[in-house]
């Protein structure tokens, strides 16, 4: 499996800081989701948790995943970002699926939401300062949703995850809701590369459903 590499030091003060306005959030239908779990994270992201330790780590379009509840127990400083947190805790917990999960992510989310561990903002435009986090995560949010969001707006969101990552963008999955190859996913490649961003499918154990036993790893070429 891979691990992150190239890891830079940390700062005592930390890089991370908010711009300011942050961006208007997108509005969500008023639908249920679902969240996964940090083992879950751990198989279809390829996590090395212990390498994690003391790392700023930044999980996109998080919905009521509890990584970042779970991450930040175990010593990572994780972040989570998803539209959807501009609602209060009440609002989301009649959205959510009642597994594992959801709720550890409310009880989090109803502790933390003042404390900058909750930003809510949507792609293509996050409020953070460039390379802020050592590795940035989005998890479902790309590929799938092509009727939502187009190529332009796809390579909009790759470029954003990979200016404000220090490092990787680990994106999960490369299949569409159905589990079928993507065409563009070719295209997006060859988009990003023209703009100084290297791209690599690697194999994952985190395998949801048929097909997604593969992400896309971004990272900014050196120059």
Request: aromatic content about 8%; overall charge positive.
């Amino acid at each position: 499996m891979p691990t992150l590499l190239s890891l830079s030091p940390v700062t005592a003060q930390g890089r991370r800081g908010l711009k300011f306005p942050p961006p208007p959030p997108l509005p969500l239908p008023p639908v249920a989701f679902r969240g996964r779990t940090l083992a879950e994270y751990a198989r279809c992201f390829a996590l090395d948790l212990t390498a994690l330790r003391r790392r700023d780590v930044l999980d996109v379009a998080a919905g009521s995943s509890s990584f970042t509840a779970e991450a930040c127990a175990r010593g990572i400083d994780a972040v989570a970002v998803d539209p959807c947190y501009a609602d209060g805790p009440d609002e989301l917990s009649a959205r959510v699926e009642g597994n594992d999960a959801a709720t550890r992510f409310l009880a989090d989310f109803a502790a933390q939401r003042f404390y900058g561990r909750y930003v809510a903002a949507a792609l293509p435009h996050l409020p953070f300062f460039d390379e802020t986090f050592d590795l940035v995560l989005c998890a479902g949010l790309l590929f799938g949703r092509e009727r939502r969001f187009d190529f332009d707006w796809h390579v909009a969101a790759c470029r954003e995850l990979v200016r404000v990552s220090a490092a990787e963008v680990r994106l999960h999955r490369v299949v569409d809701v159905e589990g079928r190859a993507v065409p563009g996913v070719a295209r997006l490649r060859r988009e990003l590369k023209a703009v100084g961003v290297a791209s690599e499918l690697v194999r994952v154990a985190g395998q949801f459903a048929v097909g997604m036993e593969a992400m896309l790893v971004l990272k900014r070429v050196q120059s």
